[in-house]
C-alpha cells in the first residue's frame, strides 16, 4: 500500500539553526515527491518537488530536499531557520499515473524558538 | 487573482443542516480535488474529477455528493450533517490528468454544532 511516514510529529529549532524534518514513502513505482507548507489558517503552498534527475532539489525559501531511493526517503532541509518558517510540513507522494491522488503524510509542526 | 478559491471559509451550522462549498480555479487544470483535514491535520483525499468526470471516490459517506459543472469548478455538498463533519475541507487543482503537483484553495473550515 502506498503511503508517507512522517517520524517527527513536532520539531523545534532556535533561530539561525539548521533544521531536518524527515520522510519515508512506501510506493509501488517510482514516486514523485513533494512537500507542503501549511501556515496557521492558510491553506498548503508547494515548497518543492521531486519528479526525476537530480536527486537534490531547491525550493522555494530556502528549502531543499534529496531524494535517496535506497532509503525510501525524501527529507527537507534548511541551513538557516528564520521564525516565520514555523508553520506545519507536509510530506506527499504520487500522483504519477492517471486516477491517483496526493498522499500525504501525517505532517510534522515546526516551532521556532528565539 | 487567486488561484483556486473556495467559498466560504468558514461555515458554522447545526446538526441535520445541508450546506454546500464551493470551488473554482482559474489556472486552467483539467483535474479537480476534494480533500478533508481533520482535527489532527491529516489530509485525506475525498473525490477527484477530471474534465467534469468523476475519477476518485473514496469511501466517503454518500451524503457527500459533489458536482463539477464544468472543469474550473468543483463543488462539495453536504446533507445531513454530523457532528465528525467538522474539518477544514481543501479544494485543490492539478494540470492535465492530475500528474504532479497540486495547487491547494485556502480551506473551508466546517463546524458543525
Known amino acids: 500500500a502506498q503511503s508517507v511516514t512522517q517520524p517527527d510529529i513536532h520539531i523545534t529549532v532556535s533561530e539561525g539553526a539548521s533544521l531536518e524534518l524527515r520522510c519515508n514513502y512506501s510506493?509501488?513505482?517510482?514516486?514523485?515527491l513533494f512537500w507542503y507548507v501549511q501556515s496557521p489558517g492558510q491553506g498548503l503552498q508547494l515548497l518543492l518537488k521531486y519528479f526525476s534527475g537530480d536527486t537534490l532539489v531547491q525550493g522555494i525559501k530556502g528549502f531543499e530536499a534529496e531524494f535517496k531511493r535506497s532509503q525510501s526517503s525524501f527529507n527537507l532541509r534548511k541551513p538557516s531557520v528564520h521564525w516565520s518558517d514555523a508553520a506545519e510540513y507536509f510530506c506527499a507522494v504520487g500522483p504519477n499515473q492517471a486516477g491517483t491522488a496526493l498522499i500525504f503524510g501525517k505532517g510534522t509542526t515546526l516551532s521556532v524558538s528565539s | 487573482d487567486t488561484a483556486v478559491s473556495q467559498t466560504p471559509k468558514y461555515l458554522v451550522t447545526q446538526m441535520g443542516n445541508d450546506k454546500s462549498i464551493k470551488c473554482e480555479q482559474n489556472l486552467g487544470h483539467d483535474t479537480m480535488y476534494w480533500y478533508k483535514q481533520d482535527s489532527k491535520k491529516f489530509l485525506k483525499i475525498m473525490f477527484s474529477?477530471?474534465?467534469?468526470?468523476?475519477?476518485i471516490n473514496e469511501t466517503v459517506p454518500n451524503r457527500f455528493s459533489p458536482k463539477s459543472p464544468d472543469k474550473a469548478h468543483l463543488n462539495l455538498h453536504i446533507n445531513s450533517l454530523e457532528l465528525g463533519d467538522s474539518a477544514v475541507y481543501f479544494c485543490a487543482s492539478s494540470q492535465g490528468a492530475g500528474f504532479g503537483e497540486a495547487f491547494f484553495g485556502q480551506g473551508t473550515r466546517l463546524t458543525v454544532v
Open positions: 510506493y509501488g513505482a517510482t514516486p514523485y
Open positions: 474529477y477530471n474534465n467534469k468526470e468523476l475519477i
